[in-house]
């Protein structure tokens, strides 16, 4: 410890000769001490009473003392043992700082006598101190991108040390990245500096921790440490990648605008807004795509933007790009393709290949109508379609290719049932939910001439007064067919018949087109009372088709005929001359007027009347029978030559008369004559009675004939009328009017004949009729013959008739009822006409 020496530990005298050689100023010895730093205090430096050679004993009274020029006091002097003593701590760094010497000069002052001596205490450095860095963590920013062994100054350490316990090296941990290097300034300090040995990455690594390590050459060694962060800067240098190659997805085609498809993802290693991703359609994209789906640059996310439609694109494919926010940008690529799911959005469409042609009526089961395409733009079963032709059509569909019908008639058809039809055909796909159209196909039917025409009635009557003008109009038929067009074309024709050998073509002719009928010629009753034609309508069709409708012109009898005289015959003159007795009692048959009239019923119903006499008191004319008879006995005074004016009328509108003149000779005497007329009237009288016990008789027979029938109608009608067709008919008018009745009885409840009609058995040849009326009071004597004026005035005369008759008269008809009615009324004629 005491460790101090007078200068170089050489001898004392060694000591003053240098010091006497080098410093020439020092009369005296200079002491100097070299101690340490940092000693304890109350170290001994070194005996300093010995070394300045003063007694030990002495000091105290000589009051040595240090005499410092610092006010620091370092050392003290032990007095008691003459020992320099350190007093305070001694930093040497704080004294000399880096001066490589450390001397602290000392005066020490001794008294009696005063003297000086210098001592010096030279202070050696102790490696006291570590190296130190002012921060202990440094932080360093290097881009990674940056050139293999570019140097990165870093702060150096300082050590207060001096000598070799200054700083001596740095050392840095081992890594692969960096190395060290030191530079020594020119003020000679050691700076060291990090040289990039490797290069970067931050994807790898963004932060490399070093440890800086700065060593002195101290014994030992002292070291202080710094904290280098390297922090690696990014560059853009990662381009973003896709988590795909190809992105696939579907989606249906109903999708809405805004339906999300897919995601796309692409990653960017670097950082920041090198590492920001945004997502955009590829350069090359067609705008169709663009239209249609949509890239959201934030999410990646593709929706739907635009309208999609399987029908149109099944597919898209595209390419797409991931773009970070670098400068310069770098982007990534990937394709998405998106699958279109077929929906069943499309209705069948229902085609016509063809027009529909108009199909015949007669055709037969089978015939092609129309050929009909059906088309679904959708696909699979959605595009699947089944077709029909809806219920209730002569119709059906023959499946011919695929999709392709024609449409066959499936039933017999009638154009006069339906001459059209739209036949409504159905077409269903079988998608889920199906859908379906349905189309009318207009088919017509073409007329076939298979309806013959048809009379609005079996058969016509017509009545036509005679003497009608030639070329008036009677009547008009028609027919109708149900066929169309040509086929339903009516032309009008009359039969060829004759009526006595005169053709029927010089009677009547008929208007081809509409049916009307003339009268070529007037009409006489007197000759032709019926005429039966046939008329014929035919209509244009191929074959043509006719039918036949029966007419019957019926001549009604008009008043044109005057009465005629057929006895007493006036040829000579207008005057007939007749002889009579005077003689002659009251009632006498002088003569006997007879007239005829051609004419028929009324018009020829004929009456007598005495219209002028010589003297009206003598003679009587009977109205009905023309009989002129006596009123009284002649007498003497009577004149001989009487003249009687007998009109005769017949009962027609207007009336037609006629007269006769008549003479009468009263002559006396005058017997044979008389006797002759009288045994030949008797003679008639006898033959009139006799007829009129035919006439009886048959009559009677007739009538229990008749009650026979009736009774046997009765029944058959009692049981037929419980579901048969009717044999005995209510009168009524139209019964009049059927030329077929050939006689017709009528009967009262209480039994007697009211009314007899017969008409003849040949209607046209002989065509007559009669008709009778019998009271029930009349005698048979009295039977009046009636002939119709005409039928409507007949049918007035009936229906007058009828009204009087209780309601359960009842009419029998009775067919072919024997000639014997017929011959019988002929005969009745005859008589009547006398
Ligand atoms: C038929 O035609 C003629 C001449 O054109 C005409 O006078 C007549 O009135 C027509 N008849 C009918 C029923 O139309
Ligand atoms: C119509 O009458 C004519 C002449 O009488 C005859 O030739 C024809 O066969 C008849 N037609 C029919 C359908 O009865």
């Given at each position: 410890?005491?460790?101090?020496?007078?200068?170089?530990?050489?001898?004392?005298?060694?000591?003053?000769?240098?010091?006497?050689?080098?410093?020439?100023?020092?009369?005296?010895?200079?002491?100097?001490?070299?101690?340490?730093?940092?000693?304890?205090?109350?170290?001994?430096?070194?005996?300093?009473?010995?070394?300045?050679?003063?007694?030990?004993?002495?000091?105290?009274?000589?009051?040595?003392?240090?005499?410092?020029?610092?006010?620091?006091?370092?050392?003290?002097?032990?007095?008691?043992?003459?020992?320099?003593?350190?007093?305070?701590?001694?930093?040497?760094?704080?004294?000399?700082?880096?001066?490589?010497?450390?001397?602290?000069?000392?005066?020490?002052?001794?008294?009696?006598?005063?003297?000086?001596?210098?001592?010096?205490?030279?202070?050696?450095?102790?490696?006291?101190?570590?190296?130190?860095?002012?921060?202990?963590?440094?932080?360093?920013?290097?881009?990674?991108?940056?050139?293999?062994?570019?140097?990165?100054?870093?702060?150096?350490?300082?050590?207060?040390?001096?000598?070799?316990?200054?700083?001596?090296?740095?050392?840095?941990?081992?890594?692969?990245?960096?190395?060290?290097?030191?530079?020594?300034?020119?003020?000679?300090?050691?700076?060291?500096?990090?040289?990039?040995?490797?290069?970067?990455?931050?994807?790898?690594?963004?932060?490399?921790?070093?440890?800086?390590?700065?060593?002195?050459?101290?014994?030992?060694?002292?070291?202080?440490?710094?904290?280098?962060?390297?922090?690696?800067?990014?560059?853009?240098?990662?381009?973003?990648?896709?988590?795909?190659?190809?992105?696939?997805?579907?989606?249906?085609?109903?999708?809405?605008?805004?339906?999300?498809?897919?995601?796309?993802?692409?990653?960017?290693?670097?950082?920041?807004?090198?590492?920001?991703?945004?997502?955009?359609?590829?350069?090359h994209t067609v705008d169709s795509v663009k239209a249609t789906f949509g890239v959201n640059p934030q999410t990646g996310e593709v929706?739907?933007?635009?309208?999609?439609?399987?029908?149109?694109?099944?597919?898209?494919?595209?390419?797409?790009?991931?773009?970070?926010?670098?400068?310069?940008?770098?982007?990534?690529?990937?394709?998405?393709?998106?699958?279109?799911?077929?929906?069943?959005?499309?209705?069948?469409?229902?085609?016509?290949?063809?027009?529909?042609?108009?199909?015949?009526?007669?055709?037969?089961?089978?015939?092609?109508?129309?050929?009909?395409?059906?088309?679904?733009?959708?696909?699979?079963?959605?595009?699947?379609?089944?077709?029909?032709?809806?219920?209730?059509?002569?119709?059906?569909?023959?499946?011919?290719?695929?999709?392709?019908?024609?449409?066959?008639?499936?039933?017999?058809?009638?154009?006069?049932?339906?001459?059209?039809?739209?036949?409504?055909?159905?077409?269903?796909?079988?998608?889920?939910?199906?859908?379906?159209?349905?189309?009318?196909?207009?088919?017509?039917?073409?007329?076939?001439?298979?309806?013959?025409?048809?009379?609005?009635?079996?058969?016509?009557?017509?009545?036509?007064?005679?003497?009608?003008?030639?070329?008036?109009?009677?009547f008009s038929v028609s027919a109708t067919d149900k066929d169309e067009s040509k086929n339903a074309l009516l032309t009008y024709s009359?039969?060829?018949?004759?009526?006595?050998?005169?053709?029927?073509?010089?009677?009547?002719?008929?208007?081809?087109?509409?049916?009307?009928?003339?009268?070529?010629?007037?009409?006489?009753?007197?000759?032709?009372?019926?005429?039966?034609?046939?008329?014929?309508?035919?209509?244009?069709?191929?074959?043509?088709?006719?039918?036949?409708?029966?007419?019957?012109?019926?001549?009604?009898?008009?008043?044109?005929?005057?009465?005629?005289?057929?006895?007493?015959?006036?040829?000579?003159?207008?005057?007939?001359?007749?002889?009579?007795?005077?003689?002659?009692?009251?009632?006498?048959?002088?003569?006997?007027?007879?007239?005829?009239?051609?004419?028929?019923?009324?018009?020829?119903?004929?009456?007598?009347?005495?219209?002028?006499?010589?003297?009206?008191?003598?003679?009587?004319?009977?109205?009905?029978?023309?009989?002129?008879?006596?009123?009284?006995?002649?007498?003497?005074?009577?004149?001989?030559?009487?003249?009687?004016?007998?009109?005769?009328?017949?009962?027609?509108?207007?009336?037609?008369?006629?007269?006769?003149?008549?003479?009468?000779?009263?002559?006396?005497?005058?017997?044979?004559?008389?006797?002759?007329?009288?045994?030949?009237?008797?003679?008639?009288?006898?033959?009139?009675?006799?007829?009129?016990?035919?006439?009886?008789?048959?009559?009677?027979?007739?009538?229990?004939?008749?009650?026979?029938?009736?009774?046997?109608?009765?029944?058959?009608?009692?049981?037929?009328?419980?579901?048969?067709?009717?044999?005995?008919?209510?009168?009524?008018?139209?019964?009049?009017?059927?030329?077929?009745?050939?006689?017709?009885?009528?009967?009262?409840?209480?039994?007697?004949?009211?009314?007899?009609?017969?008409?003849?058995?040949?209607?046209?040849?002989?065509?007559?009729?009669?008709?009778?009326?019998?009271?029930?009071?009349?005698?048979?004597?009295?039977?009046?013959?009636?002939?119709?004026?005409?039928?409507?005035?007949?049918?007035?005369?009936?229906?007058?008739l009828d009204a009087s008759l209780p309601d359960s008269a009842w009419t029998f008809e009775c067919q072919q009822v024997s000639t014997?009615?017929?011959?019988?009324?002929?005969?009745?004629?005859?008589?009547?006409?006398?």
């Amino acid at each position: 410890m005491k460790h101090f020496k007078c200068i170089g530990g050489c001898t004392w005298w060694a000591l003053c000769v240098i010091s006497l050689l080098l410093l020439w100023r020092t009369a005296e010895c200079q002491i100097r001490y070299t101690i340490p730093e940092e000693l304890k205090e109350g170290s001994v430096v070194g005996n300093i009473a010995k070394d300045l050679e003063l007694d030990v004993s002495s000091i105290s009274s000589r009051k040595l003392r240090i005499a410092s020029e610092s006010s620091k006091q370092y050392f003290t002097v032990d007095l008691a043992k003459g020992e320099l003593v350190v007093n305070e701590r001694i930093d040497r760094e704080t004294l000399c700082g880096q001066t490589a010497a450390c001397l602290l000069p000392l005066q020490i002052v001794i008294e009696n006598p005063l003297q000086q001596h210098r001592v010096e205490v030279e202070i050696q450095d102790i490696n006291d101190n570590a190296p130190q860095f002012h921060k202990k963590e440094i932080e360093i920013t290097i881009p990674e991108s940056i050139a293999l062994g570019t140097r990165f100054p870093l702060e150096n350490a300082e050590d207060p040390d001096v000598g070799s316990n200054s700083l001596n090296s740095y050392t840095l941990n081992k890594n692969e990245h960096f190395r060290l290097n030191v530079k020594t300034l020119n003020d000679g300090r050691k700076v060291p500096e990090l040289i990039l040995d490797k290069t970067l990455d931050r994807e790898k690594q963004s932060v490399y921790k070093l440890t800086l390590k700065a060593l002195d050459g101290g014994n030992p060694v002292k070291s202080g440490t710094a904290l280098i962060q390297v922090h690696v800067q990014d560059t853009n240098d990662n381009a973003p990648k896709f988590d795909q190659t190809l992105y696939k997805a579907t989606v249906k085609e109903s999708a809405g605008i805004g339906q999300s498809v897919l995601t796309i993802t692409a990653t960017d290693l670097d950082e920041g807004l090198n590492g920001e991703v945004e997502y955009f359609f590829a350069e090359h994209t067609v705008d169709s795509v663009k239209a249609t789906f949509g890239v959201n640059p934030q999410t990646g996310e593709v929706t739907v933007v635009g309208k999609l439609d399987y029908e149109d694109v099944k597919m898209y494919t595209f390419d797409v790009s991931a773009k970070d926010k670098g400068q310069p940008k770098l982007e990534g690529h990937s394709s998405v393709q998106i699958d279109i799911i077929d929906e069943n959005d499309n209705e069948p469409e229902i085609k016509l290949t063809s027009l529909p042609s108009p199909v015949s009526e007669n055709a037969t089961l089978g015939t092609a109508v129309a050929l009909i395409n059906v088309k679904d733009r959708d696909s699979g079963d959605n595009g699947k379609v089944k077709l029909i032709v809806a219920p209730g059509y002569p119709f059906k569909l023959k499946p011919s290719f695929d999709n392709h019908y024609s449409l066959v008639t499936d039933s017999l058809l009638d154009r006069e049932v339906n001459s059209e039809y739209d036949v409504k055909i159905i077409a269903t796909d079988l998608g889920s939910p199906p859908l379906t159209t349905s189309k009318s196909v207009h088919v017509k039917i073409r007329d076939i001439n298979d309806n013959r025409p048809e009379f609005t009635h079996a058969s016509y009557d017509i009545y036509v007064r005679e003497n009608n003008p030639a070329g008036a109009s009677l009547f008009s038929v028609s027919a109708t067919d149900k066929d169309e067009s040509k086929n339903a074309l009516l032309t009008y024709s009359i039969a060829d018949t004759k009526f006595q050998d005169i053709p029927a073509s010089s009677y009547f002719y008929i208007n081809a087109e509409n049916g009307t009928i003339y009268s070529m010629n007037s009409f006489d009753y007197e000759k032709l009372k019926l005429f039966q034609i046939v008329v014929q309508a035919k209509d244009q069709g191929s074959p043509s088709l006719s039918s036949n409708a029966t007419v019957h012109v019926f001549i009604l009898d008009q008043n044109d005929n005057v009465p005629v005289v057929i006895y007493p015959s006036a040829s000579m003159g207008s005057v007939s001359h007749q002889r009579m007795p005077r003689s002659a009692k009251m009632g006498h048959l002088v003569t006997k007027v007879t007239a005829v009239d051609a004419d028929s019923g009324h018009n020829a119903w004929i009456s007598y009347r005495l219209a002028e006499a010589t003297d009206s008191s003598l003679f009587a004319v009977n109205l009905y029978t023309g009989e002129v008879r006596t009123k009284r006995s002649v007498s003497e005074q009577d004149d001989a030559s009487q003249r009687l004016l007998i009109e005769i009328k017949d009962n027609g509108e207007p009336v037609q008369s006629t007269t006769v003149t008549v003479d009468i000779l009263i002559e006396d005497g005058l017997h044979e004559p008389v006797s002759d007329f009288r045994q030949k009237a008797s003679e008639k009288d006898k033959k009139n009675s006799k007829i009129t016990f035919y006439l009886i008789l048959s009559l009677a027979s007739v009538s229990v004939l008749s009650l026979l029938t009736f009774f046997i109608l009765l029944i058959k009608c009692a049981r037929s009328s419980r579901g048969g067709e009717s044999c005995c008919i209510r009168r009524d008018s139209d019964g009049y009017k059927n030329p077929n009745r050939n006689l017709q009885i009528q009967l009262n409840t209480d039994g007697p004949i009211k009314y007899v009609e017969v008409l003849g058995g040949d209607m046209m040849s002989q065509s007559q009729s009669f008709g009778s009326y019998l009271s029930p009071m009349s005698e048979f004597s009295d039977l009046t013959m009636v002939k119709p004026s005409s039928t409507l005035d007949f049918k007035d005369t009936l229906r007058g008739l009828d009204a009087s008759l209780p309601d359960s008269a009842w009419t029998f008809e009775c067919q072919q009822v024997s000639t014997l009615c017929c011959d019988f009324f002929h005969e009745v004629k005859l008589l009547h006409h006398g």
